[in-house]
C-alpha cells in the first residue's frame, strides 16, 4: 500500500476542500450500513408475512425502504461530492506541477527516459488523479461492508462465516491484475511516447520537409507502426491475463454461494431458520458480487490515482532537491569561474573528465573540439542545467550549487544552436530571454538582428510567431535565429553569456555582424561586471579573437592557451587552424 501516496492525496483533500472531503469521511461508512439493513428488512417482510405479523413487516419495510432511499441519494451525494473535490483539488496539483516542471532549475530530467516517462505520466495529473484516488473510501466502505455482511451471515449459520472468504482469492487477485495492468501502462507510457514523438516529426513542417526529401516518412511511419504493435501486445496479453485470473475468481466464489443458498434451505426445512433468512442470505450473497465488481474497480483505480500521486510526489521532491543553495551570485566577478576535476555523464559513460579549468572573470574563452567532443555538455555545466558527477564547478571561489539556481540564471545569458522558436508575438519572443524587461527590447532586438526581422513583418513586433499558438507568421531559419540571438542580448549585466555556435543559420555577413556587436557588448559586460563570454564554435576566424582557447577532446581539454600560444604548440588547434584556412586560400 502507498501510504505516502495517500496521505499526501487526503492531506490536499482535507487542506483545499475541508468541508467536502469531511462529508465524504463520514458518508463512507454509512454507505457500508446500508446493504445489509436493506437484506434485514427484506428478511423481516418475509418473516412477517409468512407468521402475519404486521409489526414485523412495518418494521422491516421502514427498515428496507429508509437503506434503499439513503444508499441511493448517499451515492448520489457522494459521486457529486467527489466530483467538486476531484476538480477543486486537481486543478491545484496540475497548477503546482506546472510551476514545478517550468521552474526546475536543472533539466537532466528531460534527458533521461525513466524521468521522461514519468514526466509524460504527469501530464495527465489533475481531477482525474484525485477521482481516482479517492476511490480509496470506496475500498474502505466495501471492506466494511464485507465486516457487516460476514456478521449476518453468521448469525444464520457459522458455516457461512467461510462465505466472504471466498471472495479473498477474487480480491488477491484483483490486485495481481490491478498491478499487472499498471505494469503494462508503465511498459507503454515510453513507447507511447517515442511515437507521439514521430507523429510529431511526420506531421511538424521542418522535420517533414527532411523526411520527405530523405524519403524516409515510411521509414519513420515504420518505426511507429512498430512501437504500436509492441504497445497493443503488451495491453493485449496483459488484458487476457487480468480477464483469465477475473473469471478464476468469480467462479470459485459463486460455487461457495451456490452451497450456501443450498446449505440455508436445508436449515429452512428443518426449521433451524426462518425462511426470511434465505431471502437474506441471497440477497447478502447476490450483493457480494456486485460489491467485489466495486471493490475491484476501486482497488484498480485508487492503485492508478496513488501511481499518480506518486509520480507527484517525485517531481516535488526532485523540485526540492535541486533547487540549488540560497546564495546569491556575486554583483561582478573579481576571479572567474573555476572547474577542479570535473566529470560528467549523462548515465552512461563519462562525457567530461577530469576538467580543470579556469575561466578568467572578463575573458572571452572560446571552446573547441569535434562533434560530440563535449563542448554542449561544458556549457550546460556552467549555466546549471547539470550538476558535475565528481569535481567543483566554483564561481569567484563559492561552489554553484551552494548559489541560488535562480539568481544564477538570471546572470547567465545565453544562445544556443538548439535555439526555440517560441510560438509568441514577436516582440515576447526576444523579451521572454529577460521577462522583467519585456518593454525594453529595443536595444536587444538591434544587437541581435530582429529589428530587421520586425521591420518586414505585418505587424512588426506584434505580429504572432509559428502556428502553435494561433495562425501565425512562419520565418525563416536566419530570422528565428536572429529572434534567439536577441533574446541573449536582452540580459543587462550578465556574469556569463554563452554562445553556442548560434549563427549557423546566418549568412557570412550576418554572422559577422553579429560578433561584432557580441565583442561590443562582451566589453560592455567586461567593464560592467567582469562578465565572461564562452564562445563555441567551429569557425577559426571566430575563435582566434577569444583571449583564451580551450581545446576539447573526447571530454578531455587537450589544449588551452592564446591563438598565438595554440599555433605555436603546433598540436590539434594548429592542425584544424591550418584545415580550415588552407580552404580559404
Ligand atoms: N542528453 C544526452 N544524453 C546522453 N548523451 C548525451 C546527451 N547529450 C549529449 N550526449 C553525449 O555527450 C557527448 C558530448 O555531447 P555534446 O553535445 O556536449 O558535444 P559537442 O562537443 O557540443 O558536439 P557538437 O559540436 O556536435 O555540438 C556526445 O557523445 C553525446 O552523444
Redesign the pocket.
Known amino acids: 500500500m502507498r501510504f505516502t501516496e495517500l496521505r499526501t492525496l487526503l492531506g490536499e483533500c482535507l487542506r483545499h476542500q475541508p468541508g467536502r472531503t469531511w462529508l465524504l469521511l463520514v458518508l463512507t461508512p454509512l454507505g457500508a450500513v446500508t446493504p445489509g439493513l436493506t437484506a434485514l428488512g427484506l428478511q423481516w417482510i418475509v418473516d412477517g408475512v409468512l407468521t402475519g405479523d404486521r409489526p414485523t413487516i412495518v418494521g422491516g419495510a421502514i427498515c428496507a425502504a429508509t437503506a434503499g432511499a439513503f444508499a441511493l441519494a448517499g451515492s448520489r451525494v457522494v459521486q457529486v461530492q467527489t466530483g467538486l473535490v476531484a476538480n477543486e483539488v486537481g486543478t491545484v496539483l496540475g497548477r503546482r506541477t506546472m510551476r514545478w516542471c517550468a521552474t526546475l532549475p536543472t533539466t537532466a530530467h528531460?534527458?533521461?527516459t525513466e524521468s521522461l516517462r514519468r514526466i509524460e505520466q504527469i501530464r495527465g495529473l489533475g481531477p482525474r488523479t484525485v477521482s481516482f484516488g479517492l476511490n480509496c473510501l470506496s475500498v474502505a466502505q466495501s471492506g466494511l461492508w464485507l465486516v457487516i455482511t460476514t456478521v449476518l451471515l453468521a448469525r444464520v449459520h457459522p458455516v457461512l462465516l467461510a462465505l466472504p472468504l471466498f471472495a479473498v482469492p477474487s480480491i488477491l487477485l484483483t490486485r495481481t491484475t490491478s498491478r499487472r495492468m499498471e505494469a503494462a501502462s508503465a511498459a507503454t507510457t515510453e513507447r507511447n511516447r517515442a511515437e507521439q514523438h514521430l507523429f510529431t516529426l511526420i506531421t511538424e513542417a521542418n522535420s517533414a520537409k527532411e523526411l520527405r526529401l530523405g524519403a524516409s516518412g515510411g521509414y519513420a511511419a515504420g518505426i511507429a507502426r512498430r512501437l504500436r504493435d509492441e504497445r497493443a501486445a503488451i495491453l493485449g496479453r496483459a488484458t487476457l491475463a487480468v480477464g483469465a485470473l477475473t473469471l478464476i475468481g468469480s467462479l470459485v466464489f459463486v460455487a461457495a454461494f451456490l452451497g450456501a443458498l443450498l446449505l440455508t434451505a436445508r436449515l429452512a426445512l428443518s426449521g433451524t431458520v426462518t425462511p426470511g433468512a434465505l431471502l437474506l442470505v441471497a440477497t447478502l450473497g447476490g450483493q457480494i458480487r456486485g460489491q467485489l465488481d466495486l471493490l475491484s474497480q476501486a482497488l484498480t483505480r485508487t492503485a492508478r490515482g496513488l501511481t499518480m500521486t506518486g509520480d507527484y510526489l517525485w517531481l516535488r521532491d526532485l523540485h526540492a532537491a535541486s533547487s540549488g543553495g540560497t546564495l546569491a551570485p556575486p554583483d561582478r566577478l573579481s576571479d572567474g569561474i573555476t572547474l577542479t576535476g570535473v566529470d560528467f555523464?549523462?548515465?552512461?559513460?563519462p562525457?567530461?573528465r577530469a576538467i580543470d579549468l579556469h575561466l578568467p572573470a572578463g575573458a572571452t574563452v572560446a571552446?573547441v573540439?569535434?562533434?560530440?567532443?563535449?563542448?554542449?555538455?561544458?556549457?550546460?555545466l556552467l549555466c546549471g542545467f547539470h550538476r558535475p558527477v565528481a569535481g567543483t564547478l566554483t564561481v569567484d571561489g563559492t561552489p554553484l550549487g551552494e548559489l541560488d539556481s535562480e539568481a544564477w540564471r538570471e546572470r547567465v545569458t545565453s544562445a544556443f544552436?538548439d535555439f526555440s522558436r517560441f510560438p509568441f508575438l514577436a516582440r515576447e519572443a526576444v523579451g521572454v530571454g529577460d521577462l522583467p524587461r519585456i518593454d525594453q527590447i529595443g536595444e536587444a532586438a538591434e544587437k541581435g538582428g530582429a529589428a530587421q526581422v520586425f521591420a518586414r513583418l505585418p505587424e512588426g513586433g506584434e505580429t504572432r510567431l509559428g502556428k502553435a499558438l494561433g495562425d501565425g507568421v512562419e520565418l525563416s531559419g536566419g530570422q528565428w535565429q536572429k529572434i534567439a540571438l536577441s533574446r541573449a542580448f536582452m540580459r543587462g549585466t550578465p556574469l556569463l553569456a554563452v554562445l553556442?555556435?548560434p549563427t549557423a543559420a546566418l549568412d557570412a555577413a550576418a554572422e559577422y555582424e553579429v560578433y561584432q556587436r557580441y565583442a561590443q557588448a562582451a566589453r560592455q559586460w567586461q567593464e560592467a561586471t567582469g562578465g565572461i563570454t564562452l564562445l563555441?564554435s567551429?569557425r577559426f576566424a571566430t575563435i582566434r579573437m577569444a583571449d583564451l582557447i580551450v581545446v576539447?577532446d573526447g571530454?578531455r581539454i587537450i589544449e588551452c592557451g592564446t591563438h598565438a600560444e595554440l599555433v605555436a604548440l603546433g598540436g590539434r588547434y594548429a592542425h584544424l587552424y591550418d584545415l580550415q584556412a588552407s580552404a580559404y586560400r
Open positions: 528531460l534527458e533521461d555523464s549523462y548515465g552512461g559513460p562525457v567530461l571552446l573540439g569535434d562533434h560530440g567532443s563535449g563542448k554542449t555538455t561544458l556549457v550546460k544552436q553556442d555556435e563555441v567551429h576539447l571530454g
